[in-house]
């Protein structure tokens, strides 16, 4: 019986991993593309008005936070994005969720910028490429989390020198001056080789390999 228990729990602390994962549209992963060299009007990024948010979990909870970004620039020629990239500060990561408890959320930052995870001080950049932008028109059965989508985005993500190709539905609105893009999905960060504390086996001292990210980036020409 005490064996069959601890089989249960072991089992039952694997699904609330999983199911602790914010409800989002998946992220399609693929070898890096070819990067085509962006055409037309260049949209510089509001880099103080646009935020990149996170949110990681276990089975004990989950953490949230934000990262900015550092520049970049999306190209668009006759309201089609023909390319671009965007350069993420990893040294702007901030937990939000421990506002309140000083040196918990420092402790917190201090492992997410460590080697075991971003290793923020030799890599201190994560940078998204865009490869293809597609307009987006659903299907019978395409049921997609972010409502509206308006585009399928496909971009190298290069975290710790490691690049993968990335598809995600995203909002994009165009403005008389700018244009701002809206996105919400999960990333498997084992992809990137931060495999830190990802082995189910570890129970309680699981950390989920999916993350979410968000963005919403606004941008001017």
């Known amino acids: 019986m005490k ?11 694997g699904i609330i991993a999983c199911e602790q994962a914010p ?16 055409t037309g009007h260049a949209y510089l990024p509001d880099t103080a008005n646009s935020v990149v948010t ?13 990262l900015k970004l550092a520049g970049g620039a999306l190209y668009v020629k006759d309201s089609v994005i023909t390319g671009g990239q965007f350069i993420i500060n990893m ?3 901030q937990d939000v969720d421990l506002a309140g408890d000083t040196a918990m959320k420092r402790k917190l930052e201090n492992e997410l910028k460590g080697e075991m995870f971003f290793d ?14 597609t307009s987006f028109h659903p299907a ?6 972010l409502k509206e989508a308006t585009h399928i985005i496909k971009g190298n993500l290069t975290l710790k020198s490691v690049t993968k190709n990335i ?10 001056n700018g244009l701002s893009a809206m996105a919400n999905f999960n990333i498997d960060r084992t992809e990137w080789g931060i495999s830190y504390r990802a082995d189910k086996s570890l129970q309680d001292k699981l950390i989920n390999s999916q993350v979410n990210i968000t963005f919403d980036i606004r941008a001017n020409r």
């Open 3 to 13: 064996k069959l228990l601890c089989v249960i729990f072991i089992l039952t602390c």
């Open 23 to 38: 409800k989002a549209d998946k992220a399609k992963v693929t070898d890096a593309q070819t990067v085509q060299t962006g």
């Open 54 to 66: 996170w949110t990681g979990t276990k089975p004990t909870g989950k953490h949230h936070g934000t």
């Open 91 to 93: 040294h702007s990561l």
């Open 120 to 133: 923020v001080k030799k890599f201190p950049a994560a940078t998204f490429e865009i490869t293809e932008v």
């Open 140 to 145: 019978v059965g395409d049921e997609l989390t």
């Open 167 to 176: 598809s995600f539905p995203a909002r994009v609105e165009f403005t008389s």
